[in-house]
Every structure is written in C-alpha cells, then in structure tokens.
C-alpha cells in the first residue's frame, strides 16, 4: 500500500513517516487491496487535523482525527478509518451471500385438517 503524507502548516519529517508507516501496517495486512492512502495533516488553531482517504472495493472512504497533540490525532484517525473499512467489508460480504426465499406460511386451518382429530 503507497501512503501519500502531506502537511499543511506541519512540516512532515522522517519520524512522522516512520509513525504513520507503523501505525497503518495493521491495516495494510487486514485489507490487501488497498492500493494508495492519503494523508493529510494539519495544524489549525493550536490543533492537529488528521484526514485520511482512500478508495476501497469501489467506494471512497475517509476518517479524520483532532487532538492537540499530533500522535494522538493520528491514532484517532487511523481508529476511525480501520472501523470504516470493517463496516465496507463486512457489507461487502453480507451481499456475496443469497438471501433466503420466501416461504409462504402454513395456514392453521391446513394444520388442524391434517391432524387426525377425536
């Protein structure tokens, strides 16, 4: 999976790029179809912004975190997009399988015809 990390007000350095690297590798294993990620990371009124987008079984998901401090940001956003991308797969599955056909119910007075009354 190719992340693209870009800053606005926040200079991205090697230490931020190693955290996010790490902190979405679970990610990247869970959901191998995954191809690219955007990240963006601001920082506005004395608070980090984390948003996070990308494209997943052809629909665009996205999660965004806020916290004063930029690693908590972070986690936050990734929390939100890892349970984002369970909601999409877990759709996803419930379609692959059939819906039942339906019955239609036994009428009681059938029931009562067919038992051998006294």
């Not at 931020?16 to 191809?35: D, G, W, Y």
């Not at 999660?63 to 996803?92: C, F, N, W």
């Not at 059938?110 to 009354?117: A, G, P, T, Y």
Request: aromatic residues 4%.
């Amino acid at each position: 999976m190719k992340i693209n990390i870009s800053g606005h007000h926040v200079d991205v350095t090697d230490s931020i790029r190693e955290h996010v690297n790490e902190k979405f590798a679970k990610i990247a294993t869970h959901f191998p179809s995954l191809i690219a990620l955007d990240i963006i990371i601001a920082k506005e009124h004395g608070e980090y912004q984390v948003e996070l987008r990308t494209n997943y079984e052809g629909s665009r998901i996205s999660a965004s975190g806020t916290d004063e401090v930029m690693y908590p940001a972070i986690k936050a956003a990734s929390k939100k997009l890892d349970a984002a991308l369970k909601h999409r797969k877990g759709q996803l599955k419930a379609d692959l399988h059939e819906t039942p056909s339906c019955t239609t119910p036994a009428i009681a007075h059938e029931i009562i015809q067919e038992m051998e009354l006294r």
